[in-house]
């Protein structure tokens, strides 16, 4: 008689279970596209749960909904306890350029006008909130001989730049310039410039 009754009941859990799973749909919420919060790698993202259908049990969301999630695409994969899955995508978003600082110079200004070449520092600050910017240092000037090499790029930091005035003797004007980019294309830009010239002084940088 226990036999029997152990059977039906086997029988019974086997029979619930499979109709707990057939009659469980689960559809996943549309993908989701976020800003990164400010000054941050990503954001702290609330989402709407998975519309339920049928006899499902327990929802589990992974990551779950109020995860901090990094710059990037992220696959979040609803399951059920009956077994079910669905899943949707979460993409945070960058788009806060790099903080440039102002431009500072080792020196204000190239003077005497000798004909060779100095050495100039330039000094700044880069800070992103993601992991990785590239930072390009170029240089021009208001000369319109642009046959001879009036400067040199060391690296992103220092110049040699040649103390020599224009042909009709007016000041040679150098125009400095950092830009920084950043993973997801953000940049931004600074300037400031040297003259060779007693009295002219580096002007204040600028931004865009």
């Given at each position: 008689?226990?036999?029997?009754?152990?059977?039906?009941?086997?029988?019974l859990s086997i029979g619930n279970t499979k109709?707990?799973?057939?009659?469980?749909?689960?559809?996943?919420?549309?993908?989701?596209?976020?800003?990164?919060?400010?000054?941050?790698?990503?954001a702290v993202v609330n989402?709407?749960?998975?519309?339920?259908?049928?006899?499902?049990?327990?929802?589990?969301?992974?990551p779950a909904s109020g995860s901090f999630f990094r710059l990037g695409s992220h696959s979040i994969i609803v399951t059920s306890a009956s077994g079910q899955k669905?899943?949707?995508?979460?993409?945070?978003?960058?788009?806060?350029?790099?903080?440039l600082s102002p431009l500072q110079l080792s020196t204000d200004k190239l003077w005497p006008a000798s004909?060779?070449?100095?050495?100039?520092?330039?000094?700044?600050t880069v800070t992103d909130n993601g992991e990785k910017v590239n930072t390009v240092l170029s240089v021009s000037s208001n000369a319109t001989d642009t046959e001879n090499k009036d400067w040199e790029i060391v690296n992103n930091n220092l110049l040699r730049l040649k103390a020599s005035r224009l042909p009709d003797g007016m000041p040679r004007i150098y125009t400095i310039t950092v830009t920084s980019t950043d993973?997801?294309?953000?940049?931004?830009?600074?300037?400031?410039?040297?003259?060779?010239?007693?009295?002219?002084?580096?002007?204040?940088?600028?931004?865009?």
């Open positions: 008689m226990k036999l029997i009754i152990a059977s039906i009941f086997f029988a109709a707990y799973s057939q009659n469980c749909v689960l559809t996943c919420p549309s993908n989701i596209i976020v800003k990164a919060e400010a000054g941050k790698e990503g989402f709407s749960g998975a519309v339920v259908q049928g006899e499902c049990g327990e929802i589990v969301y992974s669905c899943s949707f995508t979460l993409i945070v978003t960058d788009n806060e350029p790099p903080v004909n060779k070449m100095k050495k100039v520092g330039v000094y700044y993973e997801a294309g953000n940049k931004t830009t600074r300037s400031t410039s040297i003259a060779v010239s007693k009295t002219m002084m580096a002007e204040p940088a600028g931004t865009d």
